[in-house]
Structures are given as structure tokens and as C-alpha cells.
């Protein structure tokens, strides 16, 4: 096997959107709404290209700051996001979230890049980053997801200590049907990544049982923090 992943031809890429060409024809033949899925592709490119130099500087500065800024402005993000099914209650639930989502994510963070990996300096923008970006934006979607729940429910008449268990077992649904499937339905990114640059699936295994416990737990507790923060005496207003 190879240590190493070989770099893509372009020419090779290029044939990895021929189902998504298909996929646009059907759009544009049954819905009309092919030029949003577009925009959608192109967007994707040209964010990953983006991220791509940036990340590059990113890992070679080697400046605890620059982490620090990123990772700040990545928990930044993901809480405004989060609460996009709820835009009318947005600003006013905004800090909740960016605490529960910090909460939640960081500990996790901490606990993996120290505990599980070791890695040294704490700064470590190769091991940090990737990281807190898979875990922050599995965070924020946990999150969202109670948000809408919590939100509908209390809509509905539904007081808050009763809608917090429906709306923390709705969010959860995703996480907790991704480790009935993994291994028997599906192989994550991770995994097929390590394996396809070398790693031996074995120890592939392990990054990967990290990464599933790491994202259930994150996005457990950042869901929880948020949860119990909505429901508290002083959180709603009154009147």
C-alpha cells in the first residue's frame, strides 16, 4: 500500500460530477430547479479551494493565535446556523447556543486532542482544526435540529420540561442511527480516507470509533447544555 495519497488528476475529478450532471438533468426536467443545485455545486468548489489555501497557510504559521482566531470564529458560525430554523427568536437564543455548542464541543475537543492523541503543542493546527470542524458542525445540526423540535413544541402549547425530552430525542436520531449503520452500512469518510492513503483498516478502526464517540458525545452535550439553558425559570420571557 502506499503511505502517502496520490493527488487527484483533474481530468480524473472532473469524472466524479458526471452523476451529478445526471442528477441535474432530472431536476431540471421534473422541478424547474436545477439552477439552485448549481449554485450549490459551484458553491461547494469554490469553498473547498478556499479552505484549501487557507488551511495551508493555517498549518504552516505554526501561531497559537491564528488557532485560537479560527476556532472562534468557526464556533461563531456554526451557533448562527444552528438556529436558522428559528429566525424569529434568533438573536435572543444566539448565546445560549454559541455556550452550549462551546460547552459541548470544547470539553470534547480538549479531552481528544489531549487525552486520545497527545498531541503536542496544544496548537497543533493539523490535529486541532480538522477536528473542531467535524465536531462543531455536527454540534451545530444536533443543535438545530432541538431548536426546531423545542420550538414547534412549545408552538404547539407544549410546556418546556415536557418538550425538552421529545426535542433532545429528535435531535439525536441522526447520531444514534449513524452507530446502529457504521461498519454494516456504511464505511465514513475517515475510515475510507485511511484506508485509501495506506493506514491499515485496523488501526483505521480506531481513529474512526474515537471520531463516532467524539461526535455523539459533542453533540450530546452541546444539545443538553441548550436544552436545559431554554428550559430554565429565566429563560423564556413572560408576558
Same mark, same amino acid.
Request: some cysteine; proline content about 6%; overall charge positive.
Given at each position: 500500500?502506499?503511505?502517502?495519497?496520490?493527488?487527484?488528476?483533474?481530468?480524473?475529478?472532473?469524472?466524479?460530477?458526471?452523476?451529478?450532471?445526471?442528477?441535474?438533468?432530472?431536476?431540471?426536467?421534473?422541478?424547474?430547479?436545477?439552477?439552485?443545485?448549481?449554485?450549490?455545486?459551484?458553491?461547494?468548489?469554490?469553498?473547498?479551494?478556499?479552505?484549501?489555501?487557507?488551511?495551508?497557510?493555517?498549518?504552516?504559521?505554526?501561531?497559537?493565535?491564528?488557532?485560537?482566531?479560527?476556532?472562534?470564529?468557526?464556533?461563531?458560525?456554526?451557533?448562527?446556523?444552528?438556529?436558522?430554523?428559528?429566525?424569529?427568536?434568533?438573536?435572543?437564543?444566539?448565546?445560549?447556543?454559541?455556550?452550549?455548542?462551546?460547552?459541548?464541543?470544547?470539553?470534547?475537543?480538549?479531552?481528544?486532542?489531549?487525552?486520545?492523541?497527545?498531541?503536542?503543542?496544544?496548537?497543533?493546527?493539523?490535529?486541532?482544526?480538522?477536528?473542531?470542524? *467535524?465536531?462543531?458542525? !455536527?454540534?451545530?445540526?444536533?443543535?438545530? /435540529? &432541538?431548536?426546531?423540535? +423545542?420550538?414547534?413544541?412549545? =408552538? %404547539?402549547?407544549?410546556?418546556?420540561?415536557?418538550?425538552?425530552?421529545?426535542?433532545?430525542?429528535?435531535?439525536?436520531?441522526?447520531?444514534?442511527?449513524?452507530?446502529?449503520?457504521?461498519?454494516?452500512?456504511?464505511?465514513?469518510?475517515?475510515?475510507?480516507?485511511?484506508?485509501?492513503?495506506?493506514?491499515?483498516?485496523?488501526?483505521?478502526?480506531?481513529?474512526?470509533? *474515537?471520531?463516532?464517540? !467524539?461526535?455523539?458525545?459533542?453533540?450530546? /452535550? &452541546?444539545?443538553?447544555? +441548550?436544552?436545559?439553558?431554554? =428550559? %430554565?425559570?429565566?429563560?423564556?420571557?413572560?408576558?
Amino acid at each position: 500500500m502506499n503511505e502517502t495519497v496520490d493527488a487527484i488528476p483533474l481530468s480524473n475529478l472532473a469524472l466524479s460530477f458526471i452523476p451529478a450532471i445526471a442528477v441535474l438533468l432530472v431536476l431540471r426536467r421534473w422541478t424547474g430547479e436545477a439552477p439552485t443545485a448549481v449554485y450549490g455545486l459551484g458553491r461547494m468548489v469554490g469553498q473547498l479551494l478556499l479552505v484549501g489555501y487557507v488551511l495551508t497557510f493555517i498549518f504552516g504559521s505554526d501561531q497559537p493565535a491564528v488557532v485560537i482566531a479560527v476556532l472562534t470564529t468557526m464556533l461563531l458560525i456554526a451557533s448562527w446556523i444552528a438556529l436558522r430554523p428559528i429566525q424569529r427568536t434568533r438573536r435572543r437564543t444566539y448565546p445560549r447556543v454559541l455556550f452550549s455548542i462551546a460547552f459541548g464541543g470544547l470539553s470534547t475537543l480538549v479531552l481528544v486532542t489531549y487525552g486520545v492523541l497527545g498531541a503536542t503543542p496544544w496548537y497543533q493546527a493539523n490535529v486541532v482544526i480538522p477536528l473542531a470542524g *467535524m465536531i462543531f458542525a !455536527m454540534s451545530m445540526n444536533t443543535v438545530s /435540529l &432541538a431548536a426546531e423540535r +423545542y420550538d414547534a413544541e412549545i =408552538t %404547539r402549547g407544549i410546556e418546556g420540561r415536557a418538550a425538552r425530552p421529545i426535542a433532545f430525542r429528535a435531535a439525536l436520531i441522526p447520531q444514534i442511527n449513524s452507530l446502529f449503520a457504521v461498519g454494516l452500512v456504511s464505511l465514513p469518510g475517515m475510515m475510507t480516507g485511511q484506508i485509501l492513503s495506506g493506514v491499515p483498516p485496523l488501526v483505521a478502526v480506531r481513529y474512526q470509533i *474515537m471520531v463516532m464517540s !467524539m461526535m455523539f458525545g459533542a453533540t450530546g /452535550l &452541546a444539545t443538553a447544555c +441548550y436544552l436545559w439553558l431554554e =428550559t %430554565r425559570p429565566a429563560a423564556r420571557p413572560t408576558g
